[in-house]
């Protein structure tokens, strides 16, 4: 195995800040990135104006952001989503939550997952809506709500049928009329989560949906519900109420079996090559030996792994884009790097832009795909990106955040 002698551009003077000044390009902030995420917030705007377009005036849009944004930067995206005029922002745990409001989003925010009692007090100073699943934590938020003189906006999770979090009806509508007993508690709404959104067969979802209007019939006096998900959203008009959550469809991708709707993919993952060698015929390459040349061949490393949420099972499977061509995976995804075949493109040299997600040129490598590859889904894709990468938003290729 030879190492080729290749020349570097400068990869050196680049010190990623919070600010990076409103002329700085993707090329400048990125020439000095080993790998890195990059997000189109030009996108974001353009898939949260399509969405709501097609849900119509009457329904607010719950922004999903849990996860660190599938990945794409939580407070980021959510400040970015609060310019855009999301109504609201949703999370899974309190710790979410509070860290969006620390970032400074003033958008009312849901938490749909378990709280504890004892986050009752800082639920309330923050202004923070809770999922209420027992009296014990209603009763934590009446006691901080009058001592703060504050009022807590709580909702009500239904457990129609995916049995996962929430409620049966009878349990929901008993919690509920004792929750509007309490002094400054205020139930706000109510909620559920389909099963099946996203499969060919989601009859189910109709079922579920009866669950829940018998809930709402029960529970008239409270304003708000909201049940449906991206691709219940976009499929079932009926299930849209007052708010629905979109995660995915902000990102720009759709689950199967969804309408086709014309968004824009938000989110990049890139990376410049660190390495370029021959490989003779016979020769393997990275752990395990898994892949040999077959005949007299070249291969770069692509500085991403495992560790940064990119799958060990696209080892010799997955492909990258190099100058707008289809390189693809050898040998073993490693913790922080893997290999591609370069034999078939001449010239590649370190520091060239590798592209392991979106687009480049003519060709595009789509979360969805990658998610078959790798034997999941993508929304699996997303979440996994790890911190390690940098995030860089920009809007019209000029960077306005880099974190």
Same mark, same amino acid.
């Given at each position: ?24 390009? @993707? ?27 097609? @849900? ?18 939580? +407070? ?57 699943? *027992?009296?014990?934590?209603?009763? %934590?938020?009446? &006691? ?8 807590? &906006? ?55 949906? %009866? ?36 995660? @995915? ?18 989110? *990049? ?41 990119? &799958? ?6 997955? +492909? ?50 990658? %998610?078959?590859? %790798? ?7 997303? +979440?996994?990106?790890? +911190?390690? #990468?940098?995030?860089?938003?920009? &809007? ?5 955040? #880099?974190?």
């Amino acid at each position: 195995m030879t190492e080729l002698l290749v020349t570097a551009p400068s990869l050196s003077g680049l010190t990623v800040t919070d600010s990076p000044g409103p002329s700085l390009t @993707l090329a400048g902030a990125t020439r000095a990135l080993n790998a890195w995420v990059q997000v189109d917030l030009d996108a974001l705007d353009a898939n949260v104006r399509t969405l709501r377009s097609t @849900l119509g005036p009457a329904v607010e849009v719950i922004a999903v952001v849990k996860a660190n944004a599938y990945g794409a930067g939580a +407070a980021p995206i959510s400040a970015a989503l609060e310019r855009a005029g999301v109504d609201r922002m949703a999370v899974v745990w309190m710790a979410e939550a509070l860290a969006l409001r620390e970032s400074g989003i003033r958008a009312p925010i849901i938490v749909l997952g378990h709280t504890f009692p004892e986050d009752a007090a800082v639920a309330v100073e923050h202004g923070i809506t809770l999922t209420v699943d *027992s009296m014990a934590l209603g009763e %934590a938020l009446s &006691r901080e709500a009058q001592a703060q003189g504050r009022d807590a &906006r709580v909702h009500i999770h239904i457990d129609s049928g995916l049995h996962r979090d929430g409620l049966p009806v009878g349990e929901a509508v008993r919690l509920a009329e004792a929750l509007r007993q309490l002094p400054g508690i205020q139930v706000e709404g109510l909620s559920t989560h389909m099963a099946n959104a996203d499969e060919a067969d989601d009859s189910f979802s109709a079922e579920q949906h %009866a669950q829940f209007a018998e809930a709402c019939s029960r529970l008239p006096w409270i304003p708000y519900r909201h049940s449906a998900n991206t691709a219940t959203a976009l499929r079932h008009g009926e299930f849209r109420l007052d708010g629905v959550r979109l995660g @995915l469809a902000l990102h720009g991708v759709l689950p199967e079996n969804t309408p086709d709707t014309p968004l824009k993919p938000i989110l *990049s993952v890139r990376a410049r090559v660190a390495r370029v060698v021959d490989v003779a015929p016979g020769e393997g390459v990275s752990y395990g030996l898994t892949w040999r040349a077959g005949k007299s061949s070249r291969v770069a490393l692509i500085p991403v792994g495992y560790a940064d949420g990119w &799958r060990r099972s696209l080892g010799n499977t997955g +492909a990258v884009l190099i100058a707008g061509q289809r390189c693809p995976m050898v040998g073993r995804v490693c913790m922080d790097q893997f290999l591609v075949d370069v034999t078939a493109l001449p010239g590649v040299a370190v520091g060239d832009e590798c592209v392991l997600l979106g687009k480049q040129g003519a060709d595009e490598i789509t979360a969805t795909e990658v %998610a078959k590859l %790798a034997h999941t889904i993508p929304w699996d894709v997303f +979440a996994s990106l790890q +911190a390690r #990468l940098p995030r860089v938003y920009h &809007r019209g290729g000029v960077v306005e955040t #880099l974190a």
